[in-house]
Structures are given as structure tokens and as C-alpha cells.
């Protein structure tokens, strides 16, 4: 650019300027260059001031012997054999349940790549809602049933309750840890859902109700009950409000509102209305 804008100039189609400002780039780029050259020297073991004009650099030859490639082809080759001897040990013995890494894939620091299950050790975890939390300690028993074994049931105990309370939905809870205590029979499978019932508290000879008896109505509890009209089997329904106690696994306690004989509906509220007259399915 330099020897065309001198040739331009002196017929007077390039100002003086425009040559100044080639001649300036002009030597810069010489110097450049030979800044390049200087350093290529270096790299090759070369001296400084040696003369490479003339020369066809061979590009890919000066960066297979660049300092910087010869590091990383040395870490590469360090980073193939420990891949190939090295071995991933589970801690305990069990089933693979899940692999979150792929042959050929990269993993980092802290990645999730494989969960083991022990099938003779499994463990049940539940959220329980914080206003439950105080009823739950370490060591109760814990009945549990599951539709992947339906009509059985396992025993379990509370193992261990975590100390934060989280949000969950429109809930919070805390998580608890069910060790179960004996599966002979190996009902128990990894991933199965299941529901438990712990007893916090037992009463003897109170009255009860079954827990599908009653419902809720403006925040009260209630049941149908039974009046008895004079005809045989027929009866009047109204409404009952009750207090309850003990919630158990089928039945509820009733502290108010009840007396022994009351008869109550026992389901389908939502198909009948106070005044309504029903007649008695049997015993």
C-alpha cells in the first residue's frame, strides 16, 4: 500500500498526507514483523538476528513444537491412562438404579453419574406436615402398605427426622427416614410409592367413628344422623356437628356430638341434603 500510494503521489493523485500516513503503517508493520520473527527464532532455539527470508513457514510444524502444545499432549497422554486404570467403587453393594453418565461424555467435579440401592437396606422417606411434626419421634412403630403388595402390609420405625422444615405446595413439612425392620418375603421395591401410619397415641374402649363417616362444612365437622321417622328403616337426616380425638388408621374418635346408638350415614354425603329421608341398606 505504501509503494503504490509513493507511485500516486508523484503524479500528484495522493496528498502529502496520505503517503505520511502509509509510510507510518508501513513501518509499523515492519516492526511487527520482525518482532514475529524474533520470536519464532526463540521458540526454534534459533538466534534472534537470524535471517528466515526466503523461508516457506511450516505453520503446523512450528506449533507441534511450540512449548504449549508439547505441555498439553503431555497431559492428555497422563489423562488417558488414568481413565483407563482408573475405578469407580460403589460404597455399599446394591442395584444400579439410575446412570446419569454417558460413555464418551464429559463429567465434572460433584456430577451425579450413578445411584446404587441396597435392596436388604431400604429406607422410606415422608413429609409430615409441621402442625404433625411434635407426634413423631425416633424409634416409633410404623405400619406400611403399598399397592405393589396389596392386602400385606410391612412394620417399620421412625429412623431419623431432618432438622429443616421446607416449603411444599401450599405446605410445610419436614422430612422423616423409615428404616423397615423385616421384609422376608422382599415386598418392599426400590421406587415404589407406599403409605405410612404411625401410632403416636392408643385409647381403649372410646367411641368411634370410621374416618370416611364424617365431613367438612365451614370448617366444622360433621355427620348425617339418623332420625327415626316411626317407619321401620327409614329415617330423617341432619346434620351433626362433632368434636374428634384420636385420628387412627380407620377409625376416629369421638369426643362430642355422638352418643352410644346414634346411627350416622356412613358415605356419599354429597348425593344428600338435611330433611332428606333414606331408608336403612341393612345392618
Not at 95 to 107: C, D, H, R, S, Y
Amino acid at each position: 500500500a505504501y509503494q503504490r500510494t509513493k507511485e500516486l503521489h508523484k503524479i500528484g493523485s495522493a496528498s502529502d498526507e496520505d503517503l505520511r500516513i502509509k509510510k507510518d503503517a508501513n513501518i509499523l508493520a515492519g516492526t511487527a514483523l520482525n518482532t514475529s520473527r524474533q520470536s519464532l527464532n526463540f521458540r526454534e532455539g534459533r538466534s534472534l538476528d537470524y535471517d528466515r527470508s526466503g523461508e516457506l513457514a511450516d505453520i503446523d510444524a512450528i506449533v507441534s513444537v511450540s512449548p504449549e502444545v508439547i505441555q498439553i499432549e503431555d497431559s492428555i497422554v497422563q489423562l488417558k491412562s488414568d481413565i483407563l486404570e482408573y475405578t469407580v467403587l460403589s460404597p455399599q453393594d446394591g442395584v444400579v438404579t439410575f446412570i446419569g453418565a454417558e460413555e464418551g461424555g464429559l463429567a465434572s467435579a460433584g456430577e451425579f453419574l450413578f445411584e446404587v440401592q441396597n435392596p436388604e437396606r431400604l429406607e422410606i422417606t415422608a413429609d409430615i406436615d409441621e402442625v404433625d411434626l411434635s407426634y413423631i419421634q425416633n424409634g416409633q412403630r410404623v405400619k406400611i402398605i403399598s399397592d405393589s403388595f396389596i392386602g400385606k402390609e410391612l412394620q417399620g420405625n421412625v429412623e431419623s427426622i431432618e432438622p429443616v422444615i421446607r416449603q411444599k405446595g401450599d405446605n410445610r413439612v419436614c422430612t422423616i427416614h423409615i428404616s423397615i425392620s423385616e421384609d422376608k418375603d422382599r415386598l418392599a421395591r426400590i421406587g415404589a410409592s407406599c403409605s405410612i401410619f404411625i401410632t403416636v397415641e392408643t385409647k381403649d374402649d372410646v367411641p368411634s367413628i370410621p374416618v370416611e363417616s364424617f365431613f367438612t362444612e365451614d370448617g366444622k365437622k360433621m355427620v348425617f344422623l339418623l332420625k327415626g321417622t316411626g317407619i321401620p328403616d327409614v329415617y330423617t337426616l341432619e346434620k351433626r356437628k362433632i368434636e374428634t380425638g384420636i385420628l387412627g388408621i380407620e377409625n376416629v374418635e369421638v369426643v362430642d356430638g355422638l352418643k352410644a346408638g346414634d346411627k350416622i350415614l356412613s358415605s356419599g354425603f354429597e348425593l344428600y341434603e338435611e330433611g332428606e329421608e333414606v331408608k336403612a341398606a341393612g345392618d
